[in-house]
């Protein structure tokens, strides 16, 4: 099993930045990619962005590729997406998900990733 716990969240303003971490432990040799998706209230899930584990190539979505970005803290086993010029349409749950089995091609979707966080509250307010 892969445990995941996010960390980060809170209350912000417009136009404020904040960074979300995902530290990930249990079974780690297993994990091919990690990602994070967000969902708002009436909303369906949306993908934010995701890693591929070896070699560390980063997806993430054209909607938020100028705001968001994907990183690794290598040490620590730890996944982030630092998120700039927050706006209010950028309140969610934020989940990390781990998979073992996903690919470059599903990196993207939900239903590869088997582990779940709990979700970390972002709101940002106008």
């Known amino acids: 099993q892969v445990r995941l716990v996010e960390s980060g969240g809170g209350w912000v303003q417009a136009g404020d930045s904040l960074k979300l971490s995902c530290a990930a432990s249990g079974r780690l040799q297993i994990i091919t990619a990690m990602g994070w998706f967000r969902q708002a209230p009436g909303k369906e899930r949306e993908f934010v962005g995701a890693m591929l584990w070896r070699g560390g190539r980063t997806v993430v979505p054209d909607s938020l590729s100028g705001r968001f970005a994907i990183s690794r803290d290598y040490g620590k086993f730890t996944l982030e997406v630092q998120m700039t010029r927050l706006q209010s349409e950028d309140t969610a749950v934020y989940y990390c998900?781990?998979?073992?089995?996903?690919?470059?091609?599903?990196?993207?979707?939900?239903?590869?990733?088997?582990?779940w966080g709990q979700g970390t509250q972002v709101t940002v307010s106008s």
């Open positions: 998900a781990a998979s073992g089995r996903t690919t470059i091609v599903t990196l993207s979707t939900a239903d590869p990733y088997d582990y």
